[in-house]
């Protein structure tokens, strides 16, 4: 490793680091130099949120878990292939997550008809207080903006990104034209971008 | 597939809603169409913004063991060899070329506070140097006498440190400036020249600066 080589003493980062507060971007380098530590700060700032997500789409705790669990070992491995001028680290995390859950529910095929209700009750424990505060927040704003979406286009945007469907599977599912669909992820996930914006919510998550 | 209808794809792809052969399909033309490349990354933002809406339980404790388990004994076989980090795909040059934009006008804007021969020994640099990815969303431009300035996309350094950086050659690792980044984008003159073929390090340190680097975030390859 490179860094091992033109580095002196010191320089490997040993295992008791304190990270709070470093940036994804630095974590996700660091991670790329097989530092542990960094992944384990990555995985303690999003495995909450990745763990939220993988459940509602694989609706199935120990297929949850392994979602969760590959995508954190995808990042370990491709953390160097991260580029941060193409994409924030956040979404690409949570991008791995979601690949991997709907990969899951896929080979699975234990999607349900009706995959927006009936979740569990939430369990607020395992953060700290002000990252709960920021994380309800968040998803205040962002189901804010779902709202303000025509009711077709939240739809098939809920359906796709929390079902695992594919737009084929959507467009027979809502027994509309596959150009309908397309359509309408298309202006609806635009639309939700530009309310994400108005609503200021394109700021990382605090690096506590 | 009709071309005007393939770009609609974006969306679908951006939710991971394509099947295998769309999926191949649309990488495809993503490779080579400049208006998708510009939306995919909003898109993708805001497929990802979804993922805080559910609210369910916290993931059970030994998850978070199993993981880190898992972290320490991977082999890291497929992992990118280290060299390819620092090739810039195809793709990258329009944002390059942004950054770049970007340099000139932070250059006029810099402080007036700071010097006159900084600023001009800057403007050098970046009008005549070569341009070398530090990593962590950073970049170092390397004049021909060896002068070299950083511009970084990073934010504020985390409370209490400081982001440093590094002249390294062979064992020779040598401190070559500190900054914060208030103002992304800024430039920054290292307080040392950069030899044949040696690197620049950039780490993240207390306050103040230290010695010998702990945290290196970002590295070029050797210089030439």
Known sequence: ??????????????????????????????????????????????????????????????????????????????????????????????????????????????????????????????????????????????????????????????????????????????????????????????RLRDLLAEAGLDEPLAEL | MEQELIHELVAAYALDALDDSEQREFEEHLAGCEQCRAEIEGLRDAAAALAYVPEGPAPPPALRERVLERVHEDQRSNVVPLRRRYTLPAVATFAVAAAAAAIVLAVWASSLSSSLDRKVEIAKVLASGTRVALGTGSQVVVGPDGHAVVVSSL?????????????????????AGLFAQGKPGSPVLLSRRVPQGGHVGLSIEKSGGVDQPTHIVGETPPLT
Not at chain 1, 27 to 52: H, T, V
Not at chain 1, 56 to 66: G, H, K, M, N, Y
Not at chain 1, 82 to 99: E, Q, Y
Not at chain 1, 102 to 125: C, F, I, K, N, Q
């Open chain 1, 1 to 190: 490793m490179m860094n091992l080589r033109v580095l002196p003493g010191g320089a490997r980062p040993s295992a008791s680091r304190d990270y709070t507060g470093f940036p994804d971007e630095a974590l996700l380098a660091l991670a790329a130099r097989e530092d542990e530590e960094a992944l384990a700060q990555l995985y303690d700032r999003y495995s909450r949120i990745a763990y939220g997500l993988a459940l509602r789409i694989v609706r199935d705790q120990a297929l949850a878990e392994d979602a969760v669990q590959e995508a954190f070992l995808t990042v370990w491995r491709t953390a160097g292939s991260f580029r941060s001028d193409r994409a924030k680290p956040s979404t690409w995390i949570l991008t791995l997550v979601h690949r991997r859950a709907v990969d899951v529910v896929r080979r699975e095929e234990r999607r349900r008809a009706a995959p927006l209700e009936g979740t569990e009750e939430p369990d607020e424990r395992g953060l700290a207080a002000d990252q709960e505060i920021e994380l309800s927040d968040r998803r205040r704003l962002v189901q804010e903006a779902l709202r303000r979406l025509p009711d077709e286009q939240r739809e098939a945007l809920e359906l796709a990104y929390y079902g695992g469907l594919t737009q084929s599977e959507l467009a027979e599912r809502l027994s509309v034209p596959l150009g309908t669909i397309k359509s309408r992820m298309f202006t609806g996930l635009r």
């Open chain 2, 155 to 175: 934010g504020r350094a985390p409370a209490g440190k400081t982001y440093e950086l590094w002249v390294i050659q062979g064992e020779n690792v040598r401190p």
